[in-house]
Structures are given as C-alpha cells and as structure tokens.
C-alpha cells in the first residue's frame, strides 16, 4: 500500500514571515487549508490508478480532465503542489539572482517589472487563484492562474508563485489583496531579493523576501536551483 500523501514541512517557523504575513494566517494557511489538502488528496486517490502516482505526475493526469473525480483530485493535488512552491517562494532571508537568472531578469525589464508584473497579475486574478513567474525557452514571463491550476501542470517551468486565495491574505488584510502584494500602505514589506512590490513602503528592515527559482533544465518545476542562502532542505 502506498503511503499517504505528507504535509511538506514548512521552511521557516510560522512567525518568520511577520509582519507581513502573520503567524497567525500562516497557522490557518498551512496548519489548516494546506494540510486539509493533503488530507482529502489522501482520501481521494485511494483506491484509484493515481494512488501511487508522484504528486505531479496526479497533477498533470487530471489537469484536463472533464470527469467530476478527477477534477477533484485535481484541485486538491494541484492545491498541494502550489502551497509547496508557494511556502518555497517565500523566505524571511533576502538574495541576489546571479548567472542566467540575473540576465533573464535584465532582459524581462529589470526587478521592477517583474515586481510589478507579479503584483499586477495577482491583483487582476479574478476570485481565487495564483500569480506566477514562469521561464519559457529561458525567457521570463508572467502569468495568472485560477482555482488550483499551475503553469507545471502544461509542461511549463514555474519560478515562483504568490498566492492570492483570500485565505492567503484576508486575516492581515481583509478584502485588500493588493495590500497584501504590494504593502503600500501597511508597516510590512513583501518583496522580491530586497525589492518591494509597491511604492510608499517604509524603510527598514525587510521582514519577507521572495526567492527566485531559476530553471535548472530538467523536468518543468523539477527541483529548482535556490539562489542565496536558504536551508538545504
Ligand atoms: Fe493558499
């Protein structure tokens, strides 16, 4: 018998990421909403042909499915993987993109853009869903996602991801997603390798970076080259 699905753990202890992303959204996000993801994902491919199946390779069977079970497998499968990326996208340590990231970056615009195009897609995904950076023919890109689907689930490598489920956001700052993206108007910061999202942020330290993943060549969002430093795990 193939043993249950496992909450991943996660990177960074749950009040890291305060003030911008409380202790306390992280212990509903992950401990309850992440976590009964996994549960139900458990339960609901028991006894199927995906029951020892890998994590993505459920994700990309049922992505296009139009059977009722298999969709659900999907949202809760896709679901898991996307918080895994997500809790990695996110860091309390700040670093530099370098190498081929560095350029890529360069040639989408410089940091900015992609700050701004991230904070842009999440803000305009209508109802639930995902902002990401994705790397295509080694080009950076940005795109959005509804409900639980993700660029890996169409052969397309994801960089990093922001999720912009009111669940994410909505214990910190209510209704106001593009608070919690840009941080404009809140003593918090959310940024990317030191740089905020939006304008207006108060100096000071930087409580929560996100980390670049660079595309590593291999299998679309396979273990991705973390840049700066973070705990090997
Ligand atoms: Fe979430």
Redesign the pocket.
């Known amino acids: 018998m193939t043993a249950p699905f496992k909450l991943s753990p996660l990177p960074y202890a749950e009040d890291a990421l305060a003030p911008t992303i409380s202790a306390k959204t992280i212990s509903f996000?992950y401990g309850k909403?992440?976590a009964a993801y996994v549960k139900t994902l458990g339960e609901i491919v028991a006894g199927t042909k995906f029951a020892d199946m890998k994590l993505e390779e459920i994700v990309r069977a049922t992505a296009t499915s139009e059977d009722a079970k298999e969709k659900k497998i999907f949202n809760n499968a896709g679901q898991v993987w996307n918080?895994d990326f997500?809790w990695r996208s996110l860091t309390p340590k700040q670093s530099k993109p370098s190498g081929k990231l560095k350029a890529a970056i360069e040639e989408f615009g410089g940091e900015d853009k992609v700050i701004e195009g991230l904070a842009k897609a999440g803000a305009e995904q209508f109802g639930s869903g995902w902002a990401w950076l994705i790397s295509k023919n080694g080009k950076l890109a940005i795109e959005k996602t509804p409900n639980a689907v993700n660029p890996m689930s169409k052969g397309v490598n994801a960089l990093l991801t922001v999720?912009v489920?009111e669940?994410?956001y909505y214990l910190d700052y209510q209704n106001a997603r593009p608070k919690y993206l840009s941080g404009a108007q809140e003593p918090a910061e959310l940024g990317l390798r030191g740089r905020e999202f939006g304008p207006g942020i108060p100096s000071g330290p930087r409580r929560c970076v996100i980390l670049l993943r660079v595309q590593n060549g291999g299998e679309p969002s396979a273990p991705a080259v973390f840049l700066g430093d973070r705990d090997s795990s």
Do not use: K, N, P, T
Request: no cysteine.
């Open positions: 996000h909403h992440h918080h997500y999720d489920w669940h994410a």
